[in-house]
């Protein structure tokens, strides 16, 4: 069976620095596109860092410049730095995953099959 967990969400001041990782279970294979997304109360989920198996990374307009997205295909572990916390950025952060290489725009909600239950980011000023 497919997981994905994620940890490391938390409080953070702004100007703050906060990591978060996934870890996946249950994938024959490291997945085809792996990422974050986020969903603040009252709004879309948007898609803030997707990375995909050779290593191309895709970066929401948001965010671009001050988070980081990695993946260890070994451990099945992926991470996002995120660094220059903004109170905009508070929102719980999903992982997701596709094992389909078969995607039109990665940073899409609808491309993702496999979802994580989500950690909550909340910066404060």
């Known amino acids: 069976q497919v997981k994905l967990m994620e940890s490391g969400g938390g409080s953070v001041q702004v100007g703050g620095s906060l990591p978060l990782s996934c870890a996946a279970s249950?994938?024959?294979?490291?997945?085809?596109?792996w990422g974050w997304f986020r969903q603040a109360p009252g709004k879309k989920r948007e898609g803030v860092a997707i990375?995909?198996?050779?290593?191309?990374?895709y970066y929401g307009d948001a965010v671009k410049g001050r988070f980081t997205i990695s993946r260890d295909n070994a451990e099945n572990t992926l991470h996002l730095l995120m660094n220059s916390l903004k109170p905009e950025d508070t929102a719980m952060y999903y992982c997701?995953?596709?094992?389909?290489?078969?995607?039109?725009?990665?940073?899409?909600?609808?491309?993702?099959?496999?979802w994580g239950q989500g950690t909550q980011v909340t910066v404060s000023s």
């Open positions: 990375i995909a198996k050779n290593g191309t990374l």
């Open positions: 997701a995953a596709t094992t389909s290489f078969n995607v039109g725009y990665p940073l899409r909600p609808a491309t993702f099959r496999f």
């Open positions: 249950g994938f024959a294979d490291s997945p085809a596109y």
